[in-house]
């Protein structure tokens, strides 16, 4: 990720699964941070899918 399509893209993406997810993106570090009732792997799966793969994933 390293501009604001990417981040548009990102949220949009998540969104589509949970339309009340919070989403902000550091393109400085390249990470998402993510606040929703959807499934964790769900997201992933599908943020990898449009393209931004996903190395690691916590649940805070």
Do not use: W
């Amino acid at each position: 990720m390293s501009c604001g399509h990417c981040v548009s893209r990102v949220t949009k993406t998540v969104q589509e699964i949970d339309s009340g997810a919070q989403v902000a993106v550091d393109l400085q570090s390249k990470k998402v941070r993510i606040d929703s009732a959807a499934d964790l792997e769900r997201i992933a799966a599908a943020i990898d899918a449009a393209g931004y793969p996903v190395t690691a994933r916590s649940a805070a």
